[in-house]
């Protein structure tokens, strides 16, 4: 589990930035109240920022996106989550972890000639949380939420058929008590036939009371197939399994791994 809980891809290997992605993908094709758009993925191991937030188990996940013109989009998005590896008895969580992540999130696209900026507000929610248990068994005290807020913004331009996205997320309180937090990231992508292509991720995480930040990597190929991408690639963080410790209890969830990720896109959803 995260001693704190850390959410993901900000990016194709971190979820976040997958949403983020989507919002802009659909905001030029929205029109009048706008189009939904959704996705269910499957992912062989769920990690955000690197860092396993499932126990490296196949996790299930769908997206629901409403993008409207002017580059307004808002969603949710959930996945499975299971944050240590040392169950409290046969086939039972750790006390107080939460089995599932619901995360709302909301912006806007701006584009300042050619650059494209996006502002969005992100909600990272674990609504099975067990506040009580979780806070005495990680030693923070009786009672803390594992949810909570990150403001995100991204600049991404292409030059050519390069593509590259800066990252900045700030949060005012941490999952878990862990006080402020920021982050700095970039994507590159790039296409090398009109199905597949290759990016990388690189990012860099700071919390207020963790004993170290830490970064982290990822780079893989995806292969789009119709309404399907199956995305494959190798991340992995600088964490020492001590460093690992207090972001997720499970400290092998911070090493280098392979991880697939099968999504089927449903582009028009809704056409309001």
Partial sequence: ?????MKALLGAASVAGLLASTGAAFADDASGWGTVSAAVTVQSDYRFRGISQNNREVAPQA?????????????????????????????????????????IYGGKHFDLGGYDLNVEAYYYSYPDYNHTL??????????????YFEGIFQLSH???????????????????????GGYIGGTASYPLTDWLSISANVGH???????????????????????FVLDVRANGTDLN????????????????????????????????
């Fill in 1 to 5: 589990m995260k001693s704190f809980a």
């Fill in 241 to 272: 399994g001590a460093g690992c410790g207090f972001y997720m209890i499970t400290k092998n969830a911070c090493t280098t791994g392979v991880v697939a990720t099968l999504t089927y896109n449903i582009p028009d959803l809704f056409n309001l």
């Fill in 134 to 147: 979780g806070g005495a068994v990680i030693g923070v005290g009786p009672v803390v939420d594992a949810s």
């Fill in 63 to 103: 997206t629901i996106n409403w993008s409207l013109d002017g580059g307004w989009y808002a969603g949710v998005w959930a996945s499975k989550t299971n944050w240590t590896a040392v169950p409290a008895a046969p086939g039972v969580n750790f006390p107080g972890t939460p089995s599932y992540e619901l995360d």
């Fill in 158 to 180: 292409s030059f050519g058929n390069l593509s590259l996205t800066a990252t900045g997320a700030v949060s005012p309180e941490f999952t878990l008590g862990g006080g402020t």
């Fill in 205 to 227: 995480q700071w919390v207020e009371l963790a004993p170290t930040d830490y970064t982290h990597f990822d780079i893989g190929l995806s292969a789009t197939y119709r309404h």
